[in-house]
């Protein structure tokens, strides 16, 4: 059993949430791999004069997906890459290849992992740890445009 003297929290703070702010993200990807899309969020946060709220981010694909992962060290992503294909290989005998082999397995990592992201926004900047950055990770091995929805919703300044 843990101490409860080892638990903090801060004072709760309230803000009339009356303000929506919508925007299409286009992303040109160049084959499998991740995207670090948080500039551009924080970019379009700052641009709607989010203050406290949360952007909700959602990708319209369904052979890519959102994560939330390390930004420091690059091989984090290199290994999640290789887990992803080992949980669903090419040439597994999928029924649906449709656009090729990678097709299939493309539609289970995106089932694994996320379509979309919701990040709380706290005094004007997205609550993100220090090693958090927010990716597009495109399962296909060639090139696509993806559409990705961003949303604020909250108070703005």
């Known amino acids: 059993m843990s101490s409860s003297k080892s638990i903090s929290r801060t004072a709760p703070s309230s803000v009339s949430a009356t303000t ?10 160049s084959g ?14 700052r641009d709607a004069h989010a203050r406290e709220g949360a952007v909700t981010l959602f990708i319209r694909h369904t052979s890519a997906s959102l994560t939330i992962q390390e930004n420091a060290d690059p091989t984090v992503l290199v290994d999640l890459a290789t887990a992803l294909n080992r949980l669903a290989p090419e040439n597994a005998g999928w029924r649906h290849d449709t ?4 097709d299939m397995p493309a539609h289970i990592k995106t089932m694994l992992t ?3 992201l919701h990040i709380p926004v706290l005094q004007g900047a997205l609550a993100l740890g220090t090693w958090q950055a ?14 990705i929805v961003l949303q604020f919703t909250g108070a703005t300044s």
């Not at 995207?35 to 970019?43: G, P, Y």
Request: charged share 25%.
């Open 32 to 45: 499998m791999g991740f995207t670090d899309l948080t500039a551009e969020v924080a970019k379009f946060a």
């Open 20 to 29: 929506m702010v919508s925007s299409l993200l286009t992303v040109q990807t």
């Open 134 to 147: 927010i990716y597009l990770v495109e399962h296909r091995a060639r090139p696509h445009r993806r559409e």
């Open 114 to 116: 996320a379509t979309s």
């Open 99 to 102: 656009e090729g082999p990678d």
